[in-house]
């Protein structure tokens, strides 16, 4: 099923449905993360280190379909206990967490092709994790993939008829693996926005 997904995507992207409306819109973002559910737990602090590149290629007037490269960086400093191997350790732990999502989307954009166009869009594929957690000497990592998924709102603001500004929201999941945590978080994004 997921497979036959994907492959829809990727042949809608470079064969296209209607002739007159292909293009692309290329944007980069400056993202803001905000953790939630397990992720919330190991790293409780908002992320100021966000980015993202986001293709779409306009297969109508209203629906595109693309690519979004991802990469979040959380960060959290705990001072207390930590269990280590059944024992107590007290000292300060520092938590980190690197996000990469790698996914196909699917967005419906509202409104006319040169004004401001509301969206709603969706990704779905992989998420690339790298967790680690530092204490006195000691460091402990966890690395995965993860299948992942995010829904997203957002607008594109059109500032000249080739360049605009993109502003949204995203809910990214990663799915939890045998030995790791789901990876949940939003982010805020505003960036800028190229068509050609």
């Known amino acids: ?21 292909q293009y692309w819109a290329t944007s980069v973002t ?3 993360g905000v953790p939630t559910s397990d992720l919330k737990d190991f790293t409780d602090e908002t992320s100021f280190r966000g980015v993202s590149l986001d293709a779409r290629r306009f297969i109508n007037d209203n629906v595109s379909v693309g690519l979004f490269l991802g990469w979040q960086v959380f960060k959290d400093r705990v001072v207390g206990l930590t269990s280590l191997n059944g024992s107590e350790i007290y ?8 996000t990469f999502p790698l996914m196909v989307t699917g967005c419906y954009h509202f409104g ?14 992989t998420v690339r994790s ?38 949204g929201v995203k809910y990214h999941h990663a799915v939890g693996t045998d030995d790791s945590i789901d990876y949940s978080y939003l982010t805020f994004s505003v960036g800028l926005i190229w068509v050609n």
Do not use: C
């Open 91 to 98: 000292g300060t732990r520092v938590n980190y967490v690197n």
């Open 112 to 125: 006319e092709e040169e004004g401001v166009r509301p969206y709603l869009g969706a990704g779905v594929g």
């Open 30 to 32: 400056y993202d803001i």
């Open 130 to 167: 790298l967790q680690r957690s530092e204490i006195g000497l000691f460091a402990f990592e966890n690395n995965n993939w993860h299948f992942g998924f995010y829904p997203a709102v957002g607008v594109l603001i059109p500032v000249q008829y080739d360049f605009g500004v993109n502003l």
């Open 1 to 21: 099923m997921f497979s036959k997904f994907v492959l829809t995507i990727l042949v809608a992207l470079f064969v296209g449905t209607s002739v007159q409306a």
